[in-house]
């Protein structure tokens, strides 16, 4: 009697045990990704301060603003529009850039939240909130200077 | 004899000149790089549009920048897996590179509206390794745009991306597909 009370104990355990272990792992395969308008504004810049900061020190930035995981720095960016494209992807693209700089912010607006950027004109100094991917640097193969990319943008302020 | 020489360094010298008044770089910033994985497990897709691409028509260079964390997945897991320093680590390495040059440029013609095959020799870098590469290309040429587009297989193990262990190196294919597009 008291035997079979702990066999019987023991496989509830097991049993839930293999439900919690089974869990873990399927929230593991289907976690959401990150939602970056969502989550907290890690720094603030004008681009050309960001621009600046990268071509000044481009290892010392990847460090700061770059992670292991793909989930890097969520920036808010303010600046000039300079330029207002579209992908391949049809998501709208607005390159944030001083015309004393030589370098600018690109910033990639995902197509649930392009309403926000329908309105933006060129000229405009706005504020772009979105996760940053890579920096600022002078190219020698390509004979120009890279952007800052930042996606997953949404305008924060006009 | 030194009017022969005279003549010969005139004639370099406008050569150069010539070449150079005609040297015509045009840049892309609508880019479309995508890679397929197959194996009997999954398939495995992701795509970058944030690529910067240079073409100079009169020498046939061809530069791409690719930016690695702009490589979107549908899993979340796949995207940290994806940047993780056991496989492309791009926090350190957050840029890959082409840099290459169409052989064949003179079957190309990017005054007149067409379609064109051209060979793209070059030197391909992922991961901080550097590989020659020798791939097949259409550009297609309309009026003043010019599309480029390619399809090709790279080997991981070439530029030392592997999983040793687990989910990863069973579900993710050894030769991966790559699609690019540019329009300059």
């Known amino acids: 009697m008291k035997r079979?009370?702990?066999?019987?104990?023991?496989?509830?355990?097991?049993?839930?045990?293999?439900?919690?272990?089974?869990?873990?792992?399927?929230?593991?395969?289907?976690?959401?990704?990150?939602?970056i308008q969502e989550s907290k504004t890690d720094f603030s810049f004008s681009s050309s301060q960001i621009v600046k900061e990268y071509l000044a020190n481009p290892e010392g930035a990847n460090e700061k603003y770059l992670d292991e995981e793909g989930n890097s720095k969520i920036l808010e960016i303010s600046g000039i529009?300079?330029?207002?494209?579209?992908?391949?992807?049809?998501?709208?693209?607005?390159?944030?850039k001083s015309v004393s700089d030589n370098a600018g912010v690109s910033c990639t607006f995902t197509p649930e939240i392009n309403v926000s950027a329908n309105q933006i004109k060129i000229g405009e100094t706005i504020t772009v909130k979105g996760v940053i991917?890579?920096?600022?640097?002078?190219?020698?193969?390509?004979?120009?200077?890279?952007?800052?990319?930042?996606?997953?943008?949404?305008v924060v302020s006009k | 004899m030194r009017n022969s020489?005279?003549?010969?360094?005139?004639?370099?010298?406008?050569?150069?000149?010539?070449?150079?008044?005609?040297?015509?770089?045009?840049?892309?910033?609508?880019?479309?790089?995508?890679f397929f994985s197959h194996t009997p497990i999954e398939d495995i897709k992701s795509s970058n549009f944030k690529s910067v691409s240079t073409l100079d028509t009169s020498t046939g260079d061809v530069v791409f920048s690719v930016p690695m964390q702009s490589f979107e997945f549908e899993k979340e897991l796949m995207q940290k897996h994806?940047?993780?320093?056991?496989?492309?680590?791009?926090k350190k390495e957050p840029k890959s590179k082409l840099v290459g040059k169409i052989t064949n440029l003179s079957q190309v013609n990017f005054k007149k509206d067409g379609t064109y095959n051209a060979e793209v020799s070059g030197e391909l870098t992922i991961k901080g390794t550097t590989k020659t590469i020798s791939e097949k290309a259409t550009i297609i040429v309309k009026g003043s745009t010019i599309i480029l587009k390619s399809k090709f297989y790279i080997v991981l193990a070439d530029y030392g991306i592997a999983f040793k262990k687990g989910k990863p190196s069973t579900n993710i294919a050894k030769i991966i597909e790559v699609t690019v597009e540019a329009e300059y």
């Open chain 1, 81 to 96: 529009v300079a330029e207002i494209s579209e992908d391949f992807n049809k998501q709208k693209v607005i390159l944030l």
């Open chain 2, 5 to 34: 020489i005279v003549k010969i360094v005139s004639v370099l010298v406008l050569l150069v000149a010539t070449t150079t008044s005609f040297a015509q770089k045009v840049v892309s910033q609508k880019t479309s790089i995508s």
């Open chain 1, 4 to 35: 079979k009370k702990i066999i019987q104990i023991s496989l509830t355990l097991l049993v839930l045990g293999l439900i919690a272990a089974g869990s873990i792992v399927y929230y593991q395969f289907n976690q959401p990704h990150r939602n």
């Open chain 1, 133 to 154: 991917r890579s920096g600022a640097s002078y190219d020698k193969d390509l004979e120009m200077y890279e952007n800052v990319i930042m996606e997953k943008c949404s």
């Open chain 2, 82 to 90: 994806f940047n993780s320093s056991d496989f492309l680590d791009t």
